[in-house]
């Protein structure tokens, strides 16, 4: 998971961007509409850390 509070990286127009995207895949597999806030939680657990390495964002220790 990743240090950084979801509040914070939402902030960030490309985390939005890469939530929603996440949402669309997450809806799909679902056969429904998951909603911003569980793909937001779901990415921010799952993905977070990663991404933020992958862009070359700081990351607090």
Do not use: T
Request: hydrophobic share 40%; aromatic share 12%.
């Amino acid at each position: 998971m990743c240090k950084i509070p979801l509040e914070e990286l939402l902030k960030d127009k490309r985390v939005v961007e890469e939530i929603q995207r996440h949402q669309w895949f997450e809806s799909e597999k679902k056969g429904r509409d998951i909603g911003f806030n569980a793909a937001a939680k779901d990415w921010h657990k799952r993905f977070a850390q990663e991404w933020l390495k992958y862009h070359d964002l700081e990351i607090p220790a």
